[in-house]
């Protein structure tokens, strides 16, 4: 076995990063010496990964968003195709963006390169065609779910469950005292969180409607306190939709810091995405949004198969949080259900114990787990 191999890793997006660098993690207490490089942002940074372009240019969502972007992110591909077929890396780790990633794995796969694509995409959720593209694409799909698995293998696609890295970082009880105290929140106020989402295109569609949100909860309580975090780069773009939407709010913006926001806070408001999961695993009710160009939704709306879009509530098989998609997703509708949440500490309480339940089932020590499947590909 190489004790210095070479992991090619490409994730797309603030999460995807998050996702990756908890995996470099465990890659490197495998392999110290390893080396890693391709697409990536800060926390794979942390672990020494080489990033030839930031994660931050697949941060695109959307039919009509990505068309816009295509050229470049086209480009993007076929550079990193040409450079990896050079250098020839031990196994090539798709990071969720799986409309980059797995068109660049089947190029890779063909020219003997192993490929693992962590994170399955949601074809139980829709686009399920996409099965087909991933059987070539992929040597093994690491999934984050339980019950994904068993779909792969009716389809003789290699699959196996390491749970949610999340799950592992998220502590079961949240610190919601030390949260408040880091964040200068005292224990008596109610603190609302807000987060617009980690891509460009989502800031533009949602964060709006969620600070419009903030003003209307702000009028109808005059003592909340408003907290959100913004991944790095986008700031720009958040302040002068704050100004716009809500300039007279309570209002603070933190360079990131979402998991200290989440545990801190009494309700969250969360743009549809990984941080819902992050919001259910810090045990706190929130009130899921999306918004995105017209023309995306109403090709996303026809692949849908379940009636659920956030994961929550996906994973609970029930509305257990309310989701507010596209026109439902007004200012005011989002703060009467957010509103609703305080009314009721009961209610807030009984999902708690459904998060804390939903929670051990996906804390499965997944830089573990994963890095025990990655080395039976590379020795293969």
């Not at 980690?198 to 909860?217: C, D, N, T, V, W």
């Not at 017209?294 to 379940?306: E, G, N, V």
Request: aromatic letters at 6%; hydrophobic letters at 50%; a positive charge.
């Amino acid at each position: 076995m190489n004790l210095a191999p070479h992991f090619a890793v490409v994730a797309g997006e603030a999460s995807g990063d998050l996702l990756a660098g908890l995996l470099l993690g465990g890659l490197k207490a495998r392999w110290p010496a390893l080396r890693s490089s391709g697409i990536g942002g800060p926390q794979m940074a942390a672990h020494g990964f080489d990033a030839w372009w930031p994660h931050d240019k697949l941060a695109v969502r959307g039919y009509v968003e990505v068309l816009s972007h295509y050229r470049e992110i086209a480009g993007i591909r076929n550079q990193l195709a040409e450079r990896l077929l050079a250098e020839r890396p031990d196994v090539f780790i798709g990071v969720d963006a799986p409309d980059f990633n797995l068109d660049l794995e089947k190029r890779l796969k063909a020219q003997g390169i192993k490929t693992i694509h962590f994170v399955s995409p949601s074809i139980w959720a829709w686009r399920g065609k996409r099965i087909e593209k991933i059987r070539e694409a992929a040597d093994l799909v690491l999934c984050i779910f339980p019950f994904e698995p068993a779909l792969y293998a009716k389809h003789g696609v290699a699959a196996t469950y390491v749970g949610h890295p999340v799950a592992d970082v998220i502590p079961m009880q949240p610190p919601r005292a030390a949260s408040r105290a880091a964040l200068g929140l005292s224990d008596t106020d109610t603190v609302v969180a807000v987060l617009p989402g980690s891509r460009r295109s989502e800031i533009q569609y949602i964060a709006a409607r969620l600070l419009g949100a903030a003003k209307e909860m702000a009028r109808q309580r005059p003592g909340l306190r408003f907290i959100v975090p913004v991944v790095p780069g986008l700031r720009r773009l958040i302040e002068p939709l704050r100004k716009q939407h809500a300039a007279d709010v309570k209002i603070e913006l933190l360079d990131g810091r979402s998991h200290e926001a989440l545990a801190a806070c009494d309700v969250a408001l969360v743009a549809s995405g990984t941080a819902t999961l992050e919001a259910a695993l810090f045990k706190r009710p929130m009130v899921i949004v999306y918004s995105m160009h017209p023309l995306s939704w109403q090709m996303t709306k026809r692949m849908k198969y379940q009636p659920w879009v956030g994961l929550p509530n996906i994973l609970l098989n029930d509305f257990a949080v309310p989701e507010l998609l596209q026109g439902d997703a007004t200012p005011p509708k989002i703060a009467q259900a957010a509103l609703a949440w305080l009314d009721d500490p009961a209610r807030a309480v009984a999902l708690s114990e459904r998060f804390m339940a939903l929670h051990q089932q996906l804390r499965c020590n997944t830089a573990l787990a994963a890095t025990d499947a990655i080395e039976k590909v590379i020795a293969a």
